[in-house]
């Protein structure tokens, strides 16, 4: 009695199966690499130089605003664009007419924004920036190489952000 012989390899699953392993893992690391290159990765600087120097800066603006005991409350609505803040300090003669409102996205550059705040005749600040749909942002409120004052911003929290000095942020576009 004669057994039927075996079809050839290529006409098996079995081999088909073992191949299409290591093809897939070729393909799918080809597609990874792709989108790893001709994507920039917004998170990262290249400019390590004056982001040190920017920190020095922004150290030194933190003293100077400790010393003045600067704090405040910020009201921000993100999707009608709206921020006011009240500066609390010992010697409020000593404000400023017109802050500046820097708002950086933790990871989107997209997503920054930036305003004047100017001072009101109830004494506090308020100002306009683009609306925008972000849920976390870090504060950076100054007055020109002044002080800074800092906070981390969350669309979930309820009332008012306490800016304060000391918070650093790490920015180089600033």
């Known amino acids: 009695m004669q057994h039927p012989s075996p079809p050839p390899w290529y006409k098996q699953l079995a081999p088909w199966l073992l191949i299409s392993i290591p093809a897939l893992a070729v393909v799918l690391s080809s597609i990874g690499a792709w989108l790893a290159v001709s994507r920039p990765d917004p998170v990262t600087d290249n400019d390590y130089y004056n982001t040190e120097t920017h920190l020095n800066q922004q150290l030194a603006q933190d003293r100077q605003a400790a010393q003045h005991k600067l704090r405040g409350s910020l009201l921000l609505n993100a999707a009608s664009g709206v921020a006011h803040l009240q500066v609390h300090e010992a010697d409020t003669a000593a404000l400023p007419p017109v802050l500046r409102l820097q708002l950086h996205h933790p990871t989107l550059p997209a997503q920054d924004r930036s305003s004047e705040l100017k001072l009101s005749p109830q004494g506090d600040y308020?100002?306009?920036?683009?609306?925008?749909?972000?849920?976390?942002?870090?504060?950076?409120?100054?007055?020109?190489?002044?002080?800074?004052?800092?906070?981390?911003?969350?669309?979930?929290a309820s009332g008012p952000l306490a800016v304060t000095p000391g918070q650093q942020l790490i920015s180089a576009d600033q």
């Open 126 to 156: 308020v100002g306009e920036f683009a609306p925008s749909n972000a849920q976390r942002w870090q504060v950076d409120i100054a007055v020109g190489p002044s002080w800074h004052l800092y906070g981390d911003w969350d669309a979930k």
